[in-house]
């Protein structure tokens, strides 16, 4: 079984957003990085997972400059066999999509796993393109996978449904909640890490679909306005008159 | 041209599909061009029409039995010939499961830029986005011609007219290589409830409620509110809770109209999910819970006090 998780660095997820340069960039001064939790959480550990029970081996792709390479380490201090870094700083997900398509195209996985979104762009939509871009099938949002001869067992969590399903590999498969526990890297990972083969690709193209122009901060909230909890009924009385929420 | 993806639930249209389809006419109206629909599934009798309501005159309905069901493949392929056979330019979808499955797909197909989760209107050019998990927003602009625009789910309220639309059947050509899985099973989670994306009322427990047996005044409220239940990770992780109404960073983002909060502290990354509701309602015994720094409304109290309080003072405002 060869296993590709994709994986996306973001800002930790206690980090005060700010921006620069007139409010088009997001303001990296100490920020701490992390691996996208979905992408560790949930996509990687459960690729590690069925490498540990079926045999196979694991890569992690990520597309970024060299200052990503600490998110990379610890993907592989994790468990993950090799890495490739493409060697770009993405401006859009095309970008990534195309990158990591280009990539895999001929190496020939049998499952290509995602985060369900990103916490930073919250867009969810790298999967479905490589999965587009490669003409292979598709499966969002899934909560649980386990390996069936040539398919995959799939749960899907949708807005209030949960939906079960079959899908031949090869497959790209978005991973949310529930697919796996997080794990924390021991010892002997994190020695191994350092020894292990990162990959440095040059990105293919340069082309993009969608700029980020500008970022803006929501308005600050006004005053909480308290009610004391002897007159619960002027709250209810205020979301009814006042807020009209009901 | 703009298409309008107008997704069917068991035969009828879903409450995003409403708002996408008076989103996708304002954006033509506003580009002095027309807009039409496309559904696929069977429809119930008289269900498509009533897309006429928000101001869209023309529907294509791929009426197949075995479309019932959202297949990424498929469905792109659908919507993309739609869109080529009438020269759009412009194809929305909403920011929902389907929506997130299908959109990449169309875009590679069309060449065109992927808007994923706007919010509003363009401005000229510009369509903002919600980033960094409701911390931030974000002004996206295309650099192609066509573009896949997904709607984020509550943010647009369509104005409702009694125009009907006319609709018309077409043809797919759709094989077996275009269903990607084979759908095995469905199970309803929450019973009842509106899925907590689509919720416009949301009462949300965390910690501070002890334990899975007290749950019933959470949910008390949320019947007299017909609103939906959420909870903070913790509870989920604990397994007080199942995990689908787990809001916050690294669960579902929600923008319902009005979101209480009972017995949850209002950490960073629990406020990040939830900091785009119209009216917060915070009820936590500590005064220094920084979750009242993001409310509307607040009771420093007791939940197990004002929890019942509060159900039963909407109970007496809702039948007078
Ligand atoms: C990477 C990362 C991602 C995370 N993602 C999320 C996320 O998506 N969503 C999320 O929710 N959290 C997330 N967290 C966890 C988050 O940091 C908080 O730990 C969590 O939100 C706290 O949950 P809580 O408010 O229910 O519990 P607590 O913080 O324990 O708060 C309980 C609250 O209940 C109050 N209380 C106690 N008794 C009563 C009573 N009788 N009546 C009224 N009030 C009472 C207390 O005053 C307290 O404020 C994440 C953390 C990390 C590190």
């Known amino acids: 079984m060869k296993i590709l998780v994709c994986i996306s660095k973001v800002p930790d997820t206690t980090t005060k957003i700010s921006f620069t340069d007139n409010n088009s960039k997001f303001n990296e001064d100490k920020v701490q990085f992390i691996i996208n939790p979905y992408d560790e959480w949930y996509a990687l550990v459960r690729a590690l997972e069925l490498k540990e029970t079926l045999d196979g081996t694991v890569t992690v792709i990520n597309v970024g400059k060299a200052d990503n390479e600490q998110i990379i380490r610890k993907a592989l201090a994790l468990g993950a066999d090799d890495a490739v870094r493409v060697d770009t700083d993405p401006a859009d997900a095309f970008t990534v999509a195309n990158e990591i398509a280009a990539y895999a195209k001929p190496e020939n996985y049998d499952i290509i796993l995602t985060g ?29 996978l386990d390996v069936d001869g040539n398919n995959l067992k799939i749960e899907r969590e949708i807005e209030g449904m949960k939906e079960t399903l079959k899908v031949a590999m090869p497959c790209v498969i978005g991973a949310q909640k529930g697919m796996a526990e997080a794990r924390i890297p021991n010892m002997r990972g ?37 009610f004391s909890p002897d007159n619960v009924k002027d709250l209810a009385e205020a979301l009814h008159n006042e807020a009209k929420v009901f | 041209m703009v298409l309008v993806f107008a997704e069917l639930g068991n035969g009828n249209l879903k409450k995003t599909s409403l708002e996408v389809a008076a989103y996708a006419a304002e954006l033509a109206k506003n580009k002095n061009t027309e807009c039409i629909a496309v559904a696929i599934g069977n429809a119930n009798a008289g269900e498509l029409e009533k897309l006429g309501n928000c101001g869209i005159k023309k529907v294509l309905h791929a009426d197949d039995d075995k479309l019932n069901s959202v297949y990424s493949k498929a469905y792109s392929k659908i919507i993309t010939e739609a869109a080529k056979n009438n020269n759009a330019d412009t194809v929305v979808l909403s920011h929902n499961s389907t929506g997130k499955t299908i959109a990449p797909r169309i875009a590679i197909k069309m060449n065109a830029a992927l808007l994923p989760g706007v919010s509003s209107l363009p401005d ?24 896949v625009i997904t709607l984020n789910p509550n943010s647009f309220k369509p104005h409702l007219t009694s125009d009907t639309a006319s609709v018309e059947k077409i043809n797919v050509s759709i094989d077996a290589k275009d269903f990607d899985y084979e759908i095995t099973g469905t199970e309803k989670e929450s019973e009842g409830m509106v899925p907590l994306p689509e919720a416009e009322i949301v009462v949300s427990g965390g910690r501070g409620l002890k334990g899975p047996e007290n749950w019933a005044i959470v949910e008390d409220l949320a019947k007299v509110l017909n609103a939906t239940t959420a909870c903070s990770r913790p509870v989920a992780d604990i397994g007080w809770r199942p995990h689908h109404e787990h809001v916050g960073q690294t669960g579902i983002t929600i923008k319902p109209n009005l979101y209480i909060a009972i017995g949850i502290s209002g950490a960073i990354q629990h406020l990040a999910g939830v900091n785009q509701s119209k009216c917060i309602v915070v009820i936590n015994k500590d005064p220094e819970a920084p979750f009242f720094k993001a409310a509307d409304y607040g009771i420093v109290g007791d939940a197990f006090d004002v929890v019942p309080k509060l159900t039963e003072a909407i109970k007496q405002i809702k039948s007078s």
């Open chain 1, 116 to 144: 369900k979104e990103t916490i930073n762009y919250n867009s969810g939509v790298v999967a479905g393109m490589i999965a587009e871009l490669l003409d292979l099938p598709y499966v969002s949002l899934a909560s649980k």
């Open chain 1, 190 to 226: 994190i020695l191994a890490s350092k020894t292990k083969p990162v990959k440095i690709i040059a990105p293919i193209t340069n082309e993009i679909h969608v700029q980020s122009v500008s970022f803006s901060l929501p308005p600050e909230k006004g005053a909480v306005k308290l």
């Open chain 2, 124 to 147: 000229g050019n510009n369509f903002s986005k919600t980033v960094f998990s409701g911390k931030a927003t974000a002004q996206l602009a295309a650099k192609t011609n066509t573009v």
